[in-house]
């Protein structure tokens, strides 16, 4: 079973920055195409963006772009997602998943998921 693990989560202030990784320690990352996915309170699951194996093509939630930049290291066996100009409303319990497609960049297409890392934007 692949094993992803999210780190990098963390109380920012409106317009800071915050830099969340995902590995997956003993699995080759670069097998699969990756997605960041964020719940907030009371809300949907929502895809924020997902990238290919190789990491040449990504994609991201209208509400995110220009704002935040996934990437990968595959020989580092890490994605990441930096995430700049954070807005109270970027609050949420921030998912790393797995999967053989990255588009399309939704919940149900991914294979395995990590457990979470909070990210709370606020003054």
Same mark, same amino acid.
């Given at each position: 079973?692949?094993?992803? $693990?999210?780190?990098?989560g963390?109380?920012?202030q409106? %317009?800071?920055s915050?830099? @969340?990784?995902?590995?997956?320690? %003993?699995f080759? @990352?670069?097998?699969?195409?990756? #997605?960041?996915?964020?719940?907030?309170?009371? /809300?949907?699951?929502?895809g924020?963006?997902?990238?290919?194996?190789?990491?040449?093509?990504t994609d991201?939630?209208?509400? $995110?772009?220009?704002?935040?930049?996934?990437?990968?290291? =595959?020989? /580092? =066996?890490?994605?990441?997602?930096?995430?700049n100009?954070? /807005?109270?409303?970027?609050?949420?319990?921030?998912?790393?998943?797995?999967g =053989?497609l990255?588009?399309?960049?939704?919940?149900?297409?991914?294979?395995?998921?990590? /457990? #979470?890392? @909070?990210?709370t $934007?606020?003054?």
């Amino acid at each position: 079973q692949l094993q992803l $693990v999210e780190s990098g989560g963390g109380l920012v202030q409106p %317009g800071g920055s915050l830099r @969340l990784s995902c590995a997956a320690p %003993g699995f080759t @990352l670069g097998l699969y195409a990756i #997605g960041w996915f964020r719940q907030a309170a009371g /809300k949907e699951r929502e895809g924020v963006s997902c990238i290919s194996t190789s990491g040449g093509t990504t994609d991201y939630g209208d509400s $995110v772009k220009g704002r935040f930049t996934i990437s990968r290291d =595959n020989a /580092k =066996n890490t994605v990441y997602l930096q995430m700049n100009s954070l /807005k109270p409303e970027d609050t949420a319990i921030y998912y790393c998943a797995a999967g =053989n497609l990255f588009r399309p960049c939704v919940p149900s297409a991914m294979d395995y998921w990590g /457990k #979470g890392t @909070l990210v709370t $934007v606020s003054s």
